[in-house]
């Protein structure tokens, strides 16, 4: 399948300093006028809208044309038993990790009752009688583990037509999957007029995709304004242990990513760094929103890295709805924070609570940020007996910094994935 190259007129504008220059001067004019960058965020939110228009037909089509691929060419147990082992990996190892990490480290135990009341000067006056009216330590929590019902509904869809209005990426995976395997079976009359329309579309996909990249410079301006503009000095004098308690382990994480994709590719580190340039200059613009990184992870794993373009094209659909490192990392320590602010000591049962629950709510995210996301939260916590309330308007003041750094763990994670389940290229 042919990718659409970047125009050579606009190459520079893809360069790293260029990108650098824009995520350093949106810092300081967010962090030095504030109250401006409201008024063209809506920018960036329409630039990831218009991107995210283009997820939904990339992997419909793209799992859909590999998929019968692989059926023809009799190596689906084997690539299954592969991709399946390794999305059980990489979500059980972010939840350990990010346990492990606030176990060592105990982000929660510096915040004393007397600091939690700073949430005014974090949130700002209109939201202190909100706090204000919260108690701290409920005595009604609700402390039934959910069901597998609401886990099981999230992967299969029960109105196809909803979920790709609604752009529920899981269900439309897992429908893809079964849709291309049936029309495997069809016979070859049948399924060339359909697949050249499935190669049209994702060609028209990434063609689309490589126009809109020009814009990313601007894009990441705007971001970084907003992000410099929503943090204050308070949330990070509060929130500065969990903070690089959190950067730490997403960065460790994406440390092992980079390994896995040199030592898979035998590239060298330089050659490595070079061919991810794309994604990563995408992710920032994109936050945890790494579906829409899709032409751009291909692109840094087949055409750049030179693993097998058709596994390429099937794996990193699959990747950007099933890999959820990020957030189940997130979940996992924000947990473990949760039990440390209330002094309460977690049991070997409350330990294996908190890492399932951390992976089901990692997934159950996807397509959320702010609030939404931060809600979940509770899900997890109301097990073990834990109030949220006040402690997620805390977590909700550093979530743009927490949502930005996930963002670049997810999308490293996720071409590690592709790389540790794709065939080793075949260097001459």
Known sequence: MQHTPLNQRFIWLHSPMVLIAALVLGGGVGFFSPHRISAIYFLAEMYLDLLQILVVPLILCAIILNVQAMFSEKTYAKTSVRGLSGLVFMAILPALMGMAAAHAFQPGYDLTKENLWRIEKVLGGSNIDQVSRMSLFSDSIDSRLPGVDGLIGAFLPSNIFQSLAQGEEIKIAVFAIMFGFAVALLSSRLKEDFNQSLVTV??????????????????????????????????????????????????????????????????????????????????????????????????????????????????VPLATCFIRSAPILYFAMATVFVAQLYGHPISQYEWLIILGMSMAQGFASMGLNGMNKLSLLAVICNPLGLPTEAVVLLLMAVEPICSFISGLTMVMTQCAYVALIANKPIRL
Request: proline residues 3%; contains cysteine; aromatic residues 8%.
């Open 202 to 315: 994702i060609s028209a996909c990434f063609k689309i995709s490589a126009i809109f990249r020009h814009a990313l410079p601007l894009v990441v301006f705007i971001v970084a304004a907003h992000l410099s503009a929503a943090l204050g000095m308070d949330a990070l004098m509060l929130m500065a242990n969990f903070l690089l308690t959190f950067l730490s382990v997403s960065f460790l994480l994406c440390v092992l990513s980079f390994v896995i994709l040199k030592l898979r590719s035998d590239a060298s580190h330089l050659e490595v760094l070079s061919s991810l340039r794309p994604t990563l200059s995408m992710s920032m613009a994109s936050g945890e929103h790494s579906s829409v990184c899709i032409p751009q992870m291909v692109e840094t794993l087949s055409l750049r890295l030179g693993f097998a373009q058709d596994k390429v094209e099937f794996l």
